[in-house]
């Protein structure tokens, strides 16, 4: 890869499945060079998958077997920006439906515990919308739902 800087994502043995379950999932992204370990380690073999280089919507990551030691968390997550509900549901079915676990207010989990926020842009203008009120309402409506309904969020935003 060619960029100075990318995300470096600690998996325990799977980042080339998780690599490859975001480049068929998402839109822009791809798996690059899969490096396997020259030696044993303390989290492998030698000849296992060691890292794997991979872009998610065009965002450079590097996928690290690194063990059980660190899992993830919500203190790390993708937001992904939405264009309409098709999009939002295909999103949120894939990351779920692979094994992953719902969460509250657009988030999800994959199957390897990464966060998602599966985030449709009408929900970001709604809780931005000048006439507070309608925020509030917006706001309230994201507040009880799992997945976003964008079609609930733009009725509790009219009033």
């Known amino acids: 890869m060619?960029?100075?800087?990318?995300?470096?994502?600690?998996?325990?043995?799977?980042?080339?499945?998780?690599?490859?379950?975001?480049?068929?999932?998402?839109?822009?992204?791809?798996?690059?060079?899969?490096?396997?370990?020259?030696?044993?380690?303390?989290?492998?073999?030698?000849?296992?998958?060691?890292?794997?280089?991979?872009?998610?919507m065009g965002i450079p990551c590097l996928g690290l077997n690194g063990g059980p030691a660190f899992p993830h968390s919500e203190a790390f997550s993708f937001q992904v920006a939405t264009d309409d509900q098709a999009e939002t549901d295909r999103l949120w079915n894939a990351i779920v439906g692979n094994g992953g676990q719902e969460s509250e207010c657009g988030w999800c989990k994959d199957r390897w515990g990464l966060s998602w926020q599966i985030t449709p842009r009408a929900l970001t203008a709604a809780i931005a919308h000048p006439d507070g009120a309608a925020a509030r309402r917006a706001f309230e409506a994201m507040m009880t739902m799992r997945k976003i309904d964008i079609a609930a969020i733009e009725a509790a935003l009219a009033g």
């Not at 379950?21 to 044993?40: E, H, K, L, N, Q």
């Not at 989290?43 to 060691?50: N, S, T, Y």
């Open 2 to 56: 060619s960029s100075k800087n990318r995300i470096c994502l600690w998996y325990d043995g799977a980042a080339l499945e998780a690599a490859t379950f975001y480049a068929r999932t998402f839109p822009d992204s791809a798996v690059g060079t899969v490096y396997r370990a020259p030696a044993d380690y303390p989290a492998g073999k030698q000849g296992d998958v060691l890292t794997v280089e991979f872009t998610v």
